[in-house]
């Protein structure tokens, strides 16, 4: 299998179960056999980053500190299972939100890349060596800008993005959920 510089991955509905606006981490639930399917690239060099739209920030659902809080929760469990997380990137944006320094139109709410592109210079990765995971159209926009794979799960909020990502995504893998789709990459990168 070729090696992989780093997969960007979906927090909500992807890496764990979707909560809506999750601002406790004692709500933090891995989906099941992640730890244990990503701990496989990571094994293996591959950088791992997690990229989440945190609307809920700008809209006062959650502070910036319960997001962080909650990734800090994410990164633990993840680490329990020796898979390090290099770094998670949240945009608190939204241009309809009720926080005023947070309600704006950024570049870095996904589909936006402004975040992934970012870890890519820092890290001096590749992005056709990369690869996008997430539930939404979002995540797989942003993978199709960074000309990155792309893997749409049907977790979270997936089954409701399918038809979008069959449409105006070819070539993306489509996956039951996130170790599925983890397992579909690797086959792919093997051919
Ligand atoms: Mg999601
Ligand atoms: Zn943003």
């Not at 730890?35 to 060099?45: D, K, Q, S």
């Not at 996008?132 to 049907?154: E, P, Q, S, T």
Request: charged share 30%; hydrophobic share 40%.
């Amino acid at each position: 299998m070729r090696r992989l510089d780093a997969l960007f991955l979906d927090r909500d509905g992807t890496l764990i179960v979707e909560r809506g606006f999750l601002s406790d981490p004692r709500g933090v639930r891995l989906t099941r056999g992640a730890a244990e399917a990503l701990r496989r690239f990571t094994a293996r060099g591959t950088l791992l980053f997690v990229v989440t739209n945190q609307s809920g920030i700008a809209r006062g659902k959650l502070t910036r500190r319960q997001a962080d809080a909650v990734n800090a929760e994410v990164a633990r469990r993840l680490l329990a299972h020796g898979v390090p997380v290099e770094g998670f990137l949240v945009c608190p944006h939204h241009p309809e939100g009720s926080v005023r320094e947070y309600a704006v139109a950024c570049r870095c709410r996904k589909p936006g890349t402004l975040l992934h592109r970012r870890a890519i210079r820092r890290h001096g990765l590749d992005p056709r060596r990369c690869a996008v995971l997430g539930d939404k159209w979002d995540d797989v926009g942003a993978g199709i800008a960074l000309g990155a794979h792309r893997v749409h799960v049907l977790t979270g909020h997936g089954r409701r993005h399918r038809k979008r990502v069959r449409a105006e995504a070819p070539g993306t893998i489509l996956a039951p959920s996130l170790p599925a789709g983890l397992r579909l990459l690797e086959e792919s990168l093997s051919r």
